[in-house]
């Protein structure tokens, strides 16, 4: 066994605010793995990166890299480190071949090794006949496997690469997965050691060793496997009505023997308390109870979960009206938007009734924000119509805009105000006068949990608080539609099921929700879903429905992400 | 080779961005023809009501000399109150009176001299004083000339002759357009490179440049010199435009230009660095910017006012203000030519000025991301 | 709709005011700039150093000489024996103006015959140039006067300069830096405001809601405004109370003037950053456009100095007009119609900027 070419050794970091981002971090990342890093956004996964990576300097404690020490000679390490950060570190102006003939020049490479290793590298990622274009024309996917080919050029020890699948279509996850395994075995006389940064569950499994950090603590450090093992036995299938899904789930997650209540597909997935009994499917609402193995995300939820049950949420105001209402909130008729000659999206139609969860499920780029901006009235679209609760809103009077709610996928609050101003402002803003504003703001700050945090500076706020804050300030006036744009990527599993309940719960009440996504496995929670990819509907069903489209002997029993390849392929 | 490497990147980008291209040429072109043919101190056709109250012939003679002068615009204005209007309106910057005094007087000699009073609108002390000399001159010439009509020129008099060196025709664009480059030059070289900056964090490619084998130093050093090669081109440009649209002539030789602009666009160049990296805030930075390039140069450099005129603590303050070194040294070189004996002390204080910024800036960006 | 103005409002201001930084620069880049720029911009010629190359040793020609040492406008600093030597030191700009008087100087002046004397100017400032020809001129006449009396005189031109009695050139340039100073802060402000909630992307989240698109323009032009007249009202109080200027208009007059005036800029300062995708763009558009307003305004220059097209470019300059207004009612007592000439155009400006915002901002929504 080689030695490791990482060893964190008690590392403590802390940003000015102050803001611990890590906290007595110890670990090390051995050659020839692909060692996963996972964690929700904030937990301090790119933080230690950079640390690796010689971008920052550690409070307290040492990083040594192959036997440097990245405090005071970094710079020997990094001719020996790939590094991709989140967002590509690519010259956008530069076209593919002069991004890599860069990374070329930098780490010094002669002409013949030069010419070799880019030639390897296009073959591999698939990128050959692109040498010309510029790096900003290539798609999501194509652009980190681009990222990675850079990272990879000059035949790192270690490659640190952050959440680069992050976003990006499934196939091409899938690719760049196996490329950076391919490259692992090619490599085996020259022991690369991988560090990949992800927040996808799925991609953690698959590691042969994970870091779990969780607001700069790491919580867990070991293969796959030992995460599993806790959990085994206390995994169930509980099988339900089908359109009860979510109160089910609800009702499931409030008992105290359950640890976590997850829909999946037709059923709910039940993960038990430590220690708790095993009771009828009827007491949680169910109609069958079956064991089912144990799977990384259920590890991880075991080890995130606080000890004991949460209190309920607070109920809501308006009353459970209870499944789909009859009539269209939403209608999307041939709905067509060109920016010069791309056509992002393209004869895109579907209705959406009241009280409706509906999904907008696909990879970046794939044109479901700009569906959303033209149905929200901040994009004119370039043909076809979209109406909502009967009105165009881009030429709707203000009236017709009160009745919507919208939470825009990055934070689009004001983060120099603090959380009540915030919500003061936008009570304004929609109209309500000094009581109903009073009353609205209050029911805010008790049902999201944020009075503690009252006085707090939004742009302070940790990333989940952040989004409790916008879902509280789109609720605000009480809309009857709902416009939720990636409202949860890059939380962790528990906020994430968290908000997922409230939006139940608000579906129930009446109000209409439209969602989009790139995590393929929260659309469960739709009522139904729109698969959108490169600016086309490929397909419009419930989740259940879509699964049972690609079903084969082959794949008995597939998930939405295979789903999501079958029909996109076949488009 | 990382240099290098480092280098074609810049060149590449330069080539494909437009912001660079228009600030290293467009905006060059649009501040020397508004500056320079907006800021004119050569006073031309001042408005001038005259009221002569004398004998028609006297009063013909009067207008037609003032008039001669291609300095003023006369207009006749039947009555001092109509003057006083007209300047109240700011329609005429003056008014001269002639009383029903002044031909006697004038044919006579009395005790009393002959005086014509000129009111002139002094909000503008500096156009003020250059419309009395006018006048005043203009009025000498036509008492000449009426005197060596008469044969009455006295020869008892004292001819004073000038010589205008290195600007015979005193045109203020002479010397004010070599200022207006100084004032191009700070704001191209500053902006350049602060606008590049941020695109590199905004990509996050700056992430991955500090995370290579490359060297900070090499990292500067490509942005300057791709910025640099801007620069001198901005400067080429404004020179042809100063020479062929203004006229302005050039008498120095190219070593002691290329040594001024080298030495000032570091110190520009190097200041817009300082600026973004040190301000993540916008609004700071463009503050920051303004006050450091445009007012200054404008005002303190020499371009417009003359430093020696200053109070004397303002004096030292424009010693702290690189423009003036490189307004003084392409005034001298525009105008005068190679004068050693002035352009070598600026040159001095360009160096300084440039070493201080970049060894800011170096100290400032360090390469680690806190 | 009200409440929603207000809202925006009130939102823009606690953002403005909240960030020390925002507040420093706000408050004290135009009082330095203030003392700094008025004690500048002067084009006065005082002490100018002046050279003697005199191959006279009469006694007329070290009269003259010891005029111009007696005159404010001069101080003789050298003399020279040589035209080398004079010509050296002009060139290295050690004297600025060489008096040569020839041999036959005094001998000339005796004998009533008439005499030459030669001055050579270092042109380079050509306006200091011609000042200092004008001060020799009159010195050479009055010593001519006094050398020859008796003789035909010359005609005495008599001098009265209305509103600046004193010619002093802060009385000038002061309110000029009134309209300059708080033209830049409003332009920055409001430029940069609606770029950065572009580029932060809380623009969008403002346009969902019921705020129609006039009502985000007011909320974005207001701050503006309000820096604006704080800017520009620190440097009346300086003008007032340090450089002591004189105040014969009314000044609550000038300050709906110079609402009015802070209206356009902020206009102009909207609509150039509805154009802009990013902060950088904004401040870069903001750099271009400030340059030629205050150029063209008459700030540095007169208008009437300037070619006949680029004076009608200046026409839609608004600083153009309220430098007029500001100088009339700092230093003469302004008759409001002669005011009112200038407003209107300034109104127009005003009008038409927001309208242009107003259509962008709309324009974004596609």
Not at chain 1, 254 to 260: G, I, Q, S
Not at chain 2, 87 to 114: C, E, K, N
Not at chain 2, 226 to 232: A, K, S
Not at chain 3, 226 to 232: D, H, R, T
Request: aromatic residues 6%.
């Amino acid at each position: 066994m080689t030695d490791p070419v990482v060893v964190v050794d008690a590392v403590r970091h802390v940003f000015p605010g102050p803001h611990v981002a890590l906290d007595n971090l110890s670990a090390t990342i051995r050659p020839g793995v692909i060692t996963g890093l996972v964690g929700p956004d904030g937990a301090g996964k790119t933080t230690l990166i950079r640390l690796i990576a010689g971008l920052l300097r550690p409070e307290q404690g040492r990083i040594v890299v192959l036997g440097h020490d990245m405090a005071i000679s970094a710079a020997a390490a990094h001719r020996a480190i790939g590094y991709m950060p989140q967002r590509f570190g690519l010259y956008e102006d530069l076209s593919v071949a002069e991004n890599l003939d860069l990374f070329a020049d930098l780490h010094a490479m002669t002409a013949a090794l030069r010419a070799e290793r880019i030639a390897r590298l296009l073959q591999f990622t698939g990128l050959r006949s692109f040498t010309k274009r510029l790096a900003g024309q290539l798609s999501g996917g194509m652009k980190q496997k681009l990222g990675l080919a850079c990272a990879l050029l000059a035949r790192p020890r270690l490659l640190l690469l952050d959440e680069p699948s992050v976003g990006v279509d499934p196939a091409s996850r899938r690719e760049l997965w196996a490329i950076v395994s391919a490259m692992l075995e090619e490599g085996q006389a020259d022991d690369m050691a991988v560090l990949w940064a992800t927040a996808y569950l799925d991609e953690a499994g698959r590691c042969d060793d994970v870091l779990l950090l969780h607001e700069g603590q790491l919580l867990a450090h070991g293969p796959p496997e030992a995460f599993l093992e806790p959990t085994r036995g206390r995994v169930f299938r509980l099988g339900i009505a089908p359109e009860q899904r979510r109160k089910a789930a609800r009702q499931a997650a409030a008992d105290p023997a359950v640890l976590d209540a997850l829909v999946a597909g037709d059923a709910l997935r039940i993960v038990l308390r430590e220690g708790a009994g095993v009771p009828d499917a009827e007491v949680l609402g169910g109609v069958s109870l079956e064991p089912l193995a144990p799977r990384f995300e259920d590890g991880f939820v075991a080890l995130l979960a606080p000890p004991s049950p949460p209190d309920p949420l607070p109920r809501g105001e308006g009353e459970l009206v209870g499944g789909v209402g009859s009539e269209d909130a939403i209608t999307v008729a041939d709905l067509v938007r060109r920016f010069g000659t791309f056509t992002a999206v393209d004869r895109v139609s579907f209705n959406v009734r009241r009280g409706e969860i509906f999904g907008l499920l696909g990879p970046n780029g794939a044109g479901k924000s700009t569906i959303f901006r033209m149905l929200c009235g901040l994009l004119r679209p370039s043909g076809g119509q979209a109406r909502v609760a009967g009105a165009d809103l881009l030429r709707a009077p203000a009236e017709a805009r009160a009745r919507i709610g919208y939470m825009a996928q990055r934070f689009s609050l004001y983060a120099q105000l603090s959380v009540l101003e915030n919500l003061r402002f936008f009570a304004r803003v929609y109209g309500l006068d000094r009581v109903a504003g009073a009353r609205a703001i209050d029911a805010a700050l008790t049902g999201f949990d944020l009075a503690d945090i009252a006085s707090g500076i939004a742009g302070d706020l940790p990333l989940g608080l952040k989004q409790r804050l916008a879902l509280a300030a789109a609720l605000l006036h009480g809309p009857d539609i709902l416009f939720l744009d990636e409202p949860t990527s890059g939380i962790d599993p528990l906020t994430r099921r968290e908000f997922w309940s409230r939006i139940g719960r608000l579906a129930d009440e009446g109000v209409t929700i439209l969602v989009t996504s790139h995590f393929m496995d929260e659309a469960e929670y739709c009522d139904r879903l729109g698969i959108v990819n490169q600016g086309r509907l490929a397909a419009v069903d419930t989740p259940a429905a879509l699964r049972a489209r690609v079903r084969t002997d082959a794949l008995p029993d597939p998930t939405l992400e295979d789903a999501f390849i079958a029909l996109v392929s076949a488009q | 080779m990382r240099l290098r490497g480092l280098m074609r990147k810049e060149i590449r980008h330069v080539l494909r961005d437009p912001s660079a291209i228009l600030i290293a040429f467009l905006m060059p072109i649009v501040l020397l023809l508004t500056n320079g043919f907006g800021i004119s101190l050569d006073a031309s056709e001042m408005k001038l009501a005259v009221v002569i109250a004398a004998p028609e012939e006297t009063a013909r003679g009067m207008l037609q000399a003032l008039d001669a002068s291609p300095y003023l615009a006369v207009q006749r204005a039947l009555s001092t109150h109509d003057g006083e209007q007209a300047m109240i309106a700011g329609r005429v910057r003056g008014m001269l009176v002639v009383r029903d005094d002044f031909s006697p007087r004038l044919s006579r000699v009395t005790r009393w001299p002959a005086a014509v009073q000129l009111v002139v609108n002094a909000t503008d002390p500096n156009t003020a004083r250059v419309m009395e000399s006018y006048v005043s001159s203009a009025l000498q010439v036509w008492r000449t000339g009426q005197l060596t009509e008469k044969r009455a020129l006295p020869n008892a008099r004292i001819d004073l002759q000038y010589r205008d060196w290195f600007n015979p025709e005193l045109r203020s664009a002479d010397f004010i357009v070599p200022g207006i480059i100084a004032m191009v030059m700070t704001m191209a070289g500053t902006l350049l490179t602060a606008s590049g900056v941020s695109r590199e964090w905004e990509q996050g490619t700056m992430e991955s440049m500090l995370a290579s084998p490359a060297r900070m130093v090499e990292l500067i050093l490509a942005r300057l010199l791709t910025n640099f090669g801007l620069g001198i081109g901005s400067m080429l440009l404004s020179v042809l435009i100063a020479t062929v649209v203004f006229d302005v002539p050039f008498r120095g030789g190219f070593l002691a230009l290329a040594a001024a602009v080298s030495l000032f666009l570091m110190f520009a160049l190097g200041l817009g660095l300082f600026i973004s990296t040190l301000s993540r805030n916008q609004f700071v930075a463009g503050q920051l910017s303004f006050l450091t390039t445009m007012m200054p140069a404008m005002m303190l450099s020499g371009m417009l006012f003359d430093i020696s005129a200053m109070p004397h603590w303002l004096q030292v303050v424009t010693f702290f203000v690189p423009a003036r070194y490189l307004v003084s040294i392409l005034q001298t070189l525009f105008l005068a030519g190679d004068v050693w004996g002035v352009i070598i002390p600026n040159l001095a204080g360009l160096a300084v000025a440039a070493v201080v910024t970049l060894s800011a800036t170096v100290l400032v960006t360090r390469r680690r991301l806190d | 709709m009200l409440r929603r103005v207000f809202a925006l409002i009130m939102k823009e201001l606690v953002g403005l005011w909240k960030d020390p930084k925002t507040r420093m620069v706000i408050l004290v880049p135009p009082m330095v700039q203030v003392v700094i720029f008025a004690y500048a911009a002067t084009y006065d010629v005082t002490h100018v150093p002046l050279g003697t190359w005199n191959d006279d040793a009469g006694a007329q020609s070290a009269e003259l000489i010891r005029r111009f040492d007696g005159s404010p406008a001069f101080a003789v600093t050298e003399s020279f024996a040589a035209p080398e030597q004079a010509r050296a030191a002009l060139d290295a700009k050690r004297v600025a103006v060489v008096l040569h008087v020839p041999q036959d100087f005094s001998s000339d002046v005796l004998a009533g015959r008439t005499a030459h004397a030669q001055l050579l100017l270092d042109a380079r400032r050509s306006n200091s140039a011609l000042m200092a020809q004008g001060y020799a001129a009159s010195i050479v006449a009055s010593f001519a006067q006094d050398m020859h009396p008796g003789r035909s005189p010359p005609i005495v031109l008599l001098t009265r300069d209305w509103f600046n009695p004193m010619l002093e050139s802060t009385w000038f340039i002061l309110p000029g830096l009134v309209c300059v100073l708080s033209l830049i802060m409003s332009l920055l402000v409001s430029a940069l405001s609606l770029a950065r909630e572009r580029e932060l992307g809380t623009f969008e989240q403002l346009l969902v809601t019921p705020l129609r698109p006039a009502e985000i323009l007011v909320g974005k032009a207001l701050p503006g405004i309000i820096v604006g007249l704080i800017n520009a009202n620190i440097v009346i109080i300086a003008a007032l109370l340090w450089f002591r200027l004189p105040f014969h208009g009314d000044l609550l007059l000038f300050e709906a003037m110079l609402l009015l005036y802070t209206l356009s800029g902020v206009g102009i300062g909207l609509a150039l950053s509805s154009f802009a995708r990013t902060q950088q763009q904004a401040m870069l558009g903001v750099f271009v456009f400030a340059s030629p307003m205050i150029v063209l305004s008459g700030f540095a220059a007169p208008i009437e100095n300037m070619p006949r097209i680029v004076e009608l470019i200046g026409r839609i300059d608004p600083v153009r007009y309220m430098l007029v207004i500001a100088r009339g009612l700092f230093l003469q007592d302004m008759p409001l119609r002669v005011v009112l000439e200038q407003a209107w155009p300034m109104a127009l400006i005003a009008a038409t900027m927001l309208t242009v915002a107003g259509f962008a901002v709309r324009r974004a929504l596609s």
